[in-house]
């Protein structure tokens, strides 16, 4: 078997030699300890292939670059001040975590990681991003999450083979026409809490993301684009300044949950009726004043949030909707007692008024 190390959460403040020969080591495990600093000779284990030392309180690392055979290297929520730069001589690794420390730049040699597939400098303080990094043409994951970036360069477009992007969290006000080329995305953009007014058309070219995260942001409009989108599941869009969707939605046939909240919407499109397999809508603080008669093609929909928005009446067709579980309409001023309220409280429906 393997010879391995393991003591996670074991409350060490420092590393022991382990018993028989450490240059056997395979994986190492130490995460969610106190380690203040490593010594010397875990950077000379020539088998390693997994470092994992997540949620310790490392300021600084030994040489690395004898760990020849690593391919996983987990240093998440640390103390490290400066990217270690004995990480950019190991020929086999794949994945590099150091989200949450507090690294104020990385390498302009980054690059020389050919073989990355994650990486995940989020949580820290970047305020750029070298050129080289958009080279790494092999990442799968990328997240720069949670930092101070304003830009990011068109030479993104080069990373078709990621799977998921992290943008969220910085200070971006744009993102290029280029992020349209990124066809690999499958699993998740995130652009929520930056400075956006508008998001290029370029993003319905995204046809195999299922997941887009655009929330807390300062869009007024949404580009007719966003139909192209089909692959999505989930779409959230709230904490903006949008006023209406574009009527292209309802061509996003497989959403599964639609989050609108916080927004300055009036109303809704027809074609939102052709989402059948929407389960979740969220429209909670709008200024809706009507939904539409289309929203009875919402036969999968069993949360619908209205609340404090301008409704006056409740559209009877409501009391249609086959699996309605929850409908929330507090915090409007509905005139009179609508049936079909009651309808849905006697089929099971939570109503809340």
């Not at 969610?32 to 300021?59: F, H, K, Q």
């Not at 995305?185 to 993301?209: I, K, Q, W």
Request: aromatic share 4%; proline share 7%.
């Amino acid at each position: 078997m393997p010879y391995e190390l393991n003591a996670p959460g074991a409350g060490l403040t420092e590393l022991p030699l382990p018993t028989g020969d450490p240059a056997r080591l395979r994986r190492v495990d130490l995460a969610w300890n106190e380690l203040t600093e490593l010594p010397p000779w875990v950077g000379r284990l020539p088998r390693l292939e997994d470092l994992r030392l997540d949620g310790n309180r490392l300021r600084d690392l030994p040489d690395l670059s004898g760990l020849t055979a690593l391919r996983a290297l987990h240093l998440d929520g640390n103390a490290l001040t400066r990217f270690p730069r004995s990480v950019l001589d190991l020929p086999e690794l794949r994945t590099l975590f150091l989200y949450g420390n507090a690294i104020g730049e990385l390498p302009e040699d980054i690059g020389r990681l050919r073989g990355l597939r994650e990486l995940a400098v989020g949580g820290n303080a970047l305020t750029t991003v070298p050129d080289s990094l958009w080279r790494l043409t092999g990442l799968v994951s990328l997240n720069l999450a949670e930092n101070e970036i304003t830009e990011v360069p068109a030479a993104m477009g080069e990373l078709t083979g990621l799977r998921m992007l992290d943008l969220g969290h910085n200070r971006l006000t744009s993102v290029p026409e280029a992020i349209g080329d990124l066809h690999g995305l499958t699993d998740y953009l995130y652009l929520s809490d930056n400075l956006f007014t508008s998001v290029p058309a370029s993003l319905g070219r995204l046809t195999r993301l299922t997941y887009l995260n655009l929330t807390d942001n300062r869009l007024t409009e949404l580009p007719d684009a966003l139909g192209g989108l089909v692959a999505l599941r989930e779409l959230r869009l709230y904490g903006n300044r949008l006023r209406e969707i574009p009527e292209t939605i309802g061509r996003l046939g497989e959403l599964r949950e639609l989050h609108l909240m916080n927004n300055a919407l009036i109303g809704l499109p027809a074609s939102i009726g052709g989402l059948s397999r929407l389960r979740q809508l969220d429209l909670r603080n709008n200024a809706i004043v009507s939904l539409p008669g289309s929203i009875a093609g919402l036969s999968s929909l069993t949360h619908l949030d209205l609340r404090n928005n301008r409704l006056r009446e409740v559209p009877d067709i409501l009391g249609d909707l086959p699996t309605l579980e929850k409908l929330d309409l507090r915090w409007n001023k509905l005139d009179g007692d609508p049936e079909v309220l009651h309808r849905l409280s006697l089929r099971g429906c939570v109503v809340l008024r």
